[in-house]
Each structure stands twice: as structure tokens, then as C-alpha cells.
């Protein structure tokens, strides 16, 4: 019988791919071997050997990566990840650690990308929830970084992460609320309401107004790109009565807006979501669900804003947190306009 020169090549390359498979399983079991005793270098040796010979080795290209980065060399690491999402791009760990190196390397944008593709494909992996929100918070996206390390502080539960997570949001003044109210209160105790007891507080009074701020984030570390808190204005001596601003929609709609213009600022966007009347003891007037953005590049601010008053007088309460936030304070915020007390003035 005489073979084709074609035929006999297709059987001495099977014959070489099967010598191949049987050299590569006793490697693989001894590379996994080293990796279970945490004997990283070996196990790195034994996966090269392996790769050269299958270089499409998808657990070998991915171990091989992770040793390195166990052993500090983040530079083949990287290169390592890169090779094995390559290889096989819907595997989440991979994504997870490559974002870690990219982190470290301050390459933020890039390790953002990463975490997000991890959670793309795992949408409960604590640690990539962990790990974006750093990032954000180092990239100074503050609401989107809470919202992360929230998620990751729920998904993470009684852990030692856990523990981390919860410190870092008290860190920066967004630790897990207790559940617990306490009763704020403004100088002369005349305005009062119901709000989380770890809240912190600042207020001041004049001839004219009472103000009362009470905000989750400590005072200590307020930035001007957001809050999330209480804001209580009383508003003495109107030169306008109330049944008239009520009457007077332009006024109302242009309340915030004229406030920003005194300080040299200017409202970019305004939007009413939902209204309706409210009455506090002798005080009526309205309450609304208000979306609004100071400028084009502010992070979008959602707001019960409340108005009431009398003949010459207004109380105003506004409860305000970031739109991408909004849904976590909603209950918090409607039980604290639940419990709004107002005394008449006297």
C-alpha cells in the first residue's frame, strides 16, 4: 500500500499532536501541584513548558499570569492576562486582575474598563465592585464610587472585606447607616425632623433666618460636587405674602435659580418630577420632587424640596442627594418629611 505524501503528513502530525497531548497532562497536574503549595516560581517554570507545548493553553496562559503577579512581576503579568483574555475573553477573573495591575500602575481609565467588564459577566463580584469604586474615588467620581462600595459592602457581609469596605465608607463620610433615627433640631428647637443618627449637623441662626444642614458625609470632608443631606432655611419678614408666592409659579420655579445667581452662579438644568400640596401644623404650601444640574459638568442633584409658610414668613426644606444615589435615600428622605415639625413663629 503506498501512501500520499499529503496522507502521510496529516498521520506524523497527529502522531506529533498526541505525543504532544501526553507530554502536556503530567505537566499540567505537576504545575497545579506547585500553584495548590504556593510554590509560584516552579509553577510558573512548569506552565511555559507547558505553553511551548500548547500555546493556546488557556489554563496555563491564565496560572502562568497569576503566579507572576503573585511574585510581583506585573509587567509580564499584564502581558500574561492580556494573552489569556485573548484566548478566552468571558472569563471575569482575568479582567479582575489585569484591572488590579492597571490600578497599580495608575493607568485609571484602563483598570475602570477592566472592573466593569468583571462585573459585566459577574454581577456579584464583590471584589470588582471593591476595586471600581477605588478607582472612581481616586478618579474623584464620588456618588458612582459610594454606589459601588455599597454594593460591594452588601455583597460582602460579615468578611474581613467587608470590615475594609465599611471603614473606607467612613473614611470618607458615607458609613453603613445603623438603621437608628435621631431628632434634628435647629438652634431655637423650633424646626425639627427624623433622619439616620449617625448624620452630622451644622447650623447657625441670624435676625432673619434659622438654617439647619444635616448631611451623611462628615462636614470635615464636604466637597462642592455634592451632598447628601437635610437643608432647612427659615425666611423672616417676606416683602411677599405666601398665599401670594403660591400664586406666583415663576417665583417658585426660579427660587434655586435666583439663589445661585447671588453667588455668582447660574442653574443649567431644572426639572420638576413630581408635586403636590403639604401642610406641617398651621404651615401649608407644597412639596416637590425636583432633578437639577449647577452646570453641565456637575454630577445631576435630585431634591425633595418643600415650601411653606405664612403672611410673612417661609420655611423651606430640601432633601438632596445625587441622582445616582436618589433611589438609596428615598425611604430615609420621606420618613424625615414625615416628621417634619415647624413651630409657628413667635
Excluded at 512581576?73 to 492580556?82: E, F, I, K, V
Amino acid at each position: 500500500m503506498i501512501l500520499r505524501t499529503g496522507a502521510l503528513g496529516a498521520i506524523l502530525m497527529l502522531a506529533a499532536i498526541s505525543s504532544h497531548a501526553q507530554e502536556l497532562a503530567p505537566l499540567m497536574v505537576e504545575a497545579s501541584q506547585a500553584l495548590a503549595r504556593k510554590d509560584y516560581a516552579v509553577a510558573a517554570d512548569l506552565y511555559t513548558q507547558a505553553l511551548a507545548l500548547d500555546a493556546r493553553n488557556v489554563e496555563a496562559t491564565y496560572n502562568r499570569a497569576v503566579c507572576w503577579l503573585t511574585l510581583g512581576d506585573q509587567d509580564r503579568a499584564l502581558d500574561g492576562l492580556t494573552a489569556s483574555i485573548a484566548l478566552a475573553p468571558e472569563y471575569p477573573a482575568a479582567y479582575l486582575n489585569r484591572g488590579s495591575i492597571r490600578a497599580n500602575k495608575k493607568d485609571l481609565p484602563a483598570a475602570l474598563e477592566d472592573f466593569t467588564r468583571a462585573i459585566t459577566l459577574d454581577s456579584l463580584s464583590m471584589p470588582a465592585y471593591y476595586m471600581r469604586g477605588q478607582v472612581m474615588l481616586q478618579m474623584g467620581r464620588l456618588p458612582e464610587s459610594v454606589v459601588d462600595l455599597r454594593r460591594a459592602y452588601a455583597l460582602g457581609g460579615a468578611s474581613e472585606r467587608g470590615e475594609n469596605i465599611a471603614r473606607l465608607l467612613a473614611a470618607i463620610g458615607f458609613a453603613p447607616a445603623s438603621g437608628e433615627s435621631a431628632t434634628f433640631t435647629d438652634d431655637r428647637n423650633a424646626i425639627s425632623l427624623s433622619l439616620p443618627k449617625e448624620w452630622f449637623r451644622r447650623s447657625s441662626d441670624d435676625d432673619k433666618t434659622l438654617n439647619m444642614f444635616v448631611s451623611e458625609q462628615k462636614v470635615s470632608t464636604e466637597t462642592d460636587m455634592f451632598l447628601v443631606g437635610a437643608t432647612i432655611h427659615r425666611i423672616r419678614r417676606m416683602s411677599l405674602s405666601f398665599e401670594n408666592i403660591q400664586k406666583d409659579g415663576a417665583w417658585l420655579a426660579g427660587f434655586w435659580s435666583g439663589a445661585l445667581e447671588e453667588e455668582g452662579g447660574k442653574l443649567h438644568a431644572y426639572r420638576v418630577v413630581s408635586s403636590e400640596k403639604i401642610s406641617v401644623g398651621s404651615y401649608v404650601g407644597i412639596v416637590r420632587l425636583v432633578e437639577l444640574r449647577q452646570s453641565p459638568e456637575a454630577h445631576a442633584v435630585r431634591m425633595y424640596e418643600v415650601i411653606v409658610g405664612g403672611d410673612d414668613e417661609i420655611v423651606t426644606v430640601n432633601l438632596e442627594a445625587p441622582a445616582i444615589l436618589f433611589d438609596e435615600y428615598d425611604r430615609i428622605f420621606k420618613r424625615a418629611l414625615g416628621s417634619l415639625v415647624i413651630e409657628a413663629d413667635k
